[in-house]
C-alpha cells in the first residue's frame, strides 16, 4: 500500500482564466520508500502536496491513498482517512508554546479520541527516536530549532501514518541540522515503513532518497524513457536517482 496519484491535474481561478498548477501528474510512492520532490518556486510542488494530503481536491485524476481512492469521498470521510493514515511535517512545526514535547504528541491522541494516558508510552517511544528521550518535558521555547521540528517529526508520526508528507523540512535549519533532520526522516520511513513524499527546494540533503523527481511548470520530469510524465518507482538500493527531464 502507497501514495498513487495517476493522472491528476489541478488548477486555481487565474483572473477570468485558470492557471494549471498540476498537468497530468503521475506518481506512484510505495511504503517504505521516500520520494524527493524538488522544483523552482512556483513550479507545483506545495501543489503535489496538498493533493496527496487530500487536502485539495483536483480538476481531473485519481487520488488514492493505502488503497483507498479519496475522489469521491465525503468531507467526513475524507477527516477520517487523513486522521488515520496521513502524518505532516511542515516548514514550522507551530508547536503550542505551553505545551512539553511529550504533551505536543499526547495531544494528537486526544484530537483523535484516544486518552492522552494511553497515549504516552507511544509519544515516549517516538520522542526516543527521534533523539530526543530527554528532552521530553520541554517547552518549545527550551528547544532548539533543530530539537523541534524533531518534534514535529515525531507528532507527524504519533497515529502511525501510512502515508508521510513534509514540506521544505530544513528550511529554518543550518545545512548541518537540515541534512541531520532529512537523515532522520530516512530511517523512520523505512523504519515505520511510511511512504513518504519530502518537498524540498535544497538538493543537497537529498543522498538517502530512493528517487527524486523535478516538477516543472506543474508536470512531473519525464522519467529516461521518455514515456510521458509517469515516474514509476524503480528500486535502487538506497542510490539516488535523478529524473529531470
Ligand atoms: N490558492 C491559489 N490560488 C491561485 N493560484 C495558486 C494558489 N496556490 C498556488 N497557486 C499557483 O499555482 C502554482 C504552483 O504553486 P505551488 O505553491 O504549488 O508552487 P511551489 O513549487 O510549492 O512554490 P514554492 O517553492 O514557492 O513554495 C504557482 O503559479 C502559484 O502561483
Do not use: C, W
Not at 47 to 54: E, I, N, P, Q, R
Not at 91 to 112: G, K
Not at 174 to 190: K, P, Q, Y
Request: net charge neutral; hydrophobic share 40%; glycine share 12%.
Amino acid at each position: 500500500m502507497s501514495l498513487d496519484l495517476s493522472d491528476v491535474t489541478l488548477t486555481y481561478p487565474d483572473g477570468d482564466d485558470r492557471l494549471t498548477a498540476l498537468d497530468h501528474v503521475t506518481l506512484h510512492v510505495p511504503r517504505g520508500t521516500l520520494t524527493a520532490v524538488a522544483g523552482p518556486s512556483g513550479s507545483g510542488k506545495s501543489s503535489l502536496l496538498a493533493v496527496a494530503a487530500t487536502l485539495v481536491t483536483p480538476d481531473a485524476g485519481t487520488v488514492s491513498v493505502d488503497g483507498v481512492t479519496t475522489t469521491g469521498l465525503s468531507r467526513a470521510e475524507l477527516t477520517g482517512l487523513r486522521r488515520r493514515t496521513i502524518g505532516i511535517v511542515f516548514q514550522q512545526p507551530h508547536l503550542l508554546p505551553s505545551l512539553t514535547a511529550l504533551e505536543q504528541l499526547q495531544l494528537m491522541a486526544s484530537i483523535d479520541g484516544r486518552s492522552p494516558a494511553g497515549a504516552r508510552g507511544r509519544a515516549l517511544e517516538l520522542l526516543a527516536a527521534v533523539g530526543l528521550a530527554d528532552r521530553a518535558g520541554r517547552r518549545p521555547h527550551q528547544l532548539s530549532g533543530g530539537q523541534r521540528q524533531r518534534v514535529g517529526i515525531a507528532r507527524a508520526l504519533m497515529n502511525e501514518p501510512t502515508l508521510l508528507l513534509v514540506d521544505e523540512p530544513t528550511s529554518a535549519l543550518d545545512h548541518e541540522r537540515g541534512a541531520a533532520v532529512v537523515d532522520l526522516i530516512t530511517r523512520l520511513t523505512r523504519e515505520r515503513g511510511t511512504a513518504t513524499v519530502l518537498v524540498t527546494h535544497d538538493r543537497t540533503h537529498l543522498r538517502a532518497a530512493d528517487r527524486i523527481v523535478e516538477v516543472d511548470d506543474g508536470r512531473l520530469g519525464d522519467p529516461p524513457s521518455g514515456s510521458g510524465t509517469s515516474v514509476g518507482y524503480r528500486p535502487q538500493g538506497g542510490v539516488t536517482a535523478t529524473m529531470s527531464g
